[in-house]
């Protein structure tokens, strides 16, 4: 099938003390496959990036949160610590290094 990583891996881990919850995650994504001539006519960088990314990608992310009571929790997500470029789709490059925060609010 065209688009596709024959190898995709993922890993994530979490521990908590008290309140604090740390934990952190990695997708190794490897490389992609069966890319159309039509994309590398297109995008000529694609063929330079496909190179580059022989081995595939390894993304790796962190997080932080606090549970302020059993309702509420807030945390602090950084997606793709090392800042890797990477693709997963042709011609399309994934989000770089940034930060999320999403606040989780239970209301019944």
């Known amino acids: 099938m065209n688009y596709r990583f024959r190898h995709m891996v993922r890993i994530d881990i979490e521990g908590v003390w ?3 919850s740390f934990g952190g995650g990695a997708n190794y994504y490897s490389h992609m496959e069966n890319i159309d001539d039509l994309f590398l006519f297109i995008y000529p960088d694609l063929s330079d990036f496909m ?8 993304i790796v ?10 309702n509420n929790t ?12 990477y693709a997963l789709r042709p011609a399309r490059a994934a989000a770089p ?12």
């Open 18 to 20: 008290y309140k604090f």
């Open 51 to 58: 190179d580059r990314h022989q081995k595939g990608d390894l």
């Open 61 to 70: 992310l962190a997080r932080i949160g606090y549970q302020f009571n059993q």
């Open 74 to 85: 807030l945390n602090i997500v950084l997606n793709n610590v090392t800042n890797q470029e």
């Open 97 to 108: 290094r940034n930060i999320a925060i999403p606040y989780r609010m239970k209301l019944i």
